[in-house]
């Protein structure tokens, strides 16, 4: 076996234990999270909800988006953000375009519970104590983010574009 083969190989290992390991720590982060938010009578995906609403003022987030990104299907993000929106946290717009489309936002409501809850997490984590800024690491996820989804992307173009056949006779 060539040395690159061995590196590439090393490489491939490595990237594959990496996701092993994140699968653990979010595993572990979500925990944490539940942990804090428990007292609030919420689940750690109803507080995903509020913070990703909260950080999209500008531009709200489409029931399916919220769904993806949350990582629950859309009947249960729909359930979810029912149970929010009658506690008055979120509130619902629809698309001008498309009526069927909805958007979620914070309420003032929602964002004075995000505000009461946020300082538990300081209180809660040491983040003095983490050896990287998470920032940082945020960072590095979003790019490998990035670029596997640039490679699945462009394998999944390269194997539906089926090849041109010659008819020459």
Excluded at 15 to 22: D, G, K, S, Y
């Amino acid at each position: 076996m060539a040395n690159s083969e061995r590196t590439s190989s090393h490489v491939a290992v490595e990237l594959i234990r990496m996701a092993i390991e994140m699968a653990s720590c979010e595993k572990t982060m979500r925990a944490a999270i539940a942990e804090v938010v428990s007292p609030f009578s919420l689940s750690e995906n109803a507080f995903f909800v509020l913070v990703l609403c909260q950080q999209n003022l500008d531009r709200p987030l489409s029931q399916s988006r919220l769904a993806k990104t949350v990582g629950l299907s859309p009947a249960q993000l729909s359930n979810l953000v029912e149970q929010l929106r009658q506690e008055g946290w979120i509130e619902a717009s629809r698309d001008d375009r498309d009526r069927r489309r909805q958007y979620w936002t914070l309420t003032d409501e929602g964002n004075r519970r995000l505000e009461e809850i946020l300082p538990r997490f300081h209180e809660a984590w040491q983040f003095d104590q983490l050896p990287v800024d998470p920032r940082t690491l945020l960072e590095g996820f979003r790019q490998l983010v990035a670029l596997l989804g640039d490679s699945l992307n462009t394998r999944a173009l390269a194997s539906s574009v089926s090849p041109v056949k010659s008819h020459a006779a």
